[in-house]
């Protein structure tokens, strides 16, 4: 037994095209940004001399 009803109908499509690719592109490029920031960064003296250590 199912509680939602199944009509038949499909649920209304999702909309798509050049303002969809835009979308993703945006998050694509925000992603890039974000994690060229992280790499960039600079890492403490303290940081690599425990890193050091664990190797």
């Given amino acids: 037994?199912?509680?939602i009803k199944d009509d038949g109908t499909k649920p209304p499509?999702?909309?798509g095209?050049?303002?969809g690719?835009?979308?993703g592109?945006?998050?694509?490029d925000a992603l890039r940004a974000v994690?060229?920031?992280?790499?960039?960064?600079?890492?403490?003296d303290e940081m690599l001399?425990?890193?050091k250590k664990l190797g």
């Avoid at 592109?25 to 694509?28: A, I, S």
């Avoid at 994690?35 to 403490?44: I, R, T």
């Fill in 49 to 51: 001399d425990l890193l």
């Fill in 1 to 3: 037994m199912s509680s």
């Fill in 13 to 15: 499509a999702r909309p």
């Fill in 35 to 44: 994690y060229q920031d992280a790499v960039s960064e600079h890492v403490p």
């Fill in 17 to 19: 095209g050049k303002k």
């Fill in 25 to 28: 592109r945006n998050v694509g």
């Fill in 21 to 23: 690719e835009r979308t």
